[in-house]
């Protein structure tokens, strides 16, 4: 698997506090990756379970978008990707602008 986190890396984002969106995601999760989070989140007892699960989720999605780099066949892919992710941003910001509670939906 080529998106494996390197222990070093890992450790160092634990270490340090993520910032969150207003955004909430459920989820189910296979049994095997939520005892690898559980194990996780017991080496790591200071850090709550969501930081834990930001921090994996943050260093493979960046893990995808180095992979996206590297290979020119993925050219078109990674143009697509960087689009969409920029339109998932502005919608987000827009969601947890403070102006946007003094703006009426209709606007």
Known sequence: MGWILKQ??????????SSASAKHISLRLPVITAAKISALCELYPTRTRTE?????????????G?????????AELRKAFEKLVDKYIAQYEKEVSPRKAFVPEDE
């Open 52 to 64: 834990v699960v930001l921090t994996l989720l943050e260093n493979s999605l960046d893990e995808y």
């Open 8 to 17: 070093h890396k890992l450790l160092k984002e634990l270490s340090e506090q």
């Open 66 to 74: 180095k992979l996206l780099t590297e290979n020119e066949e993925n």
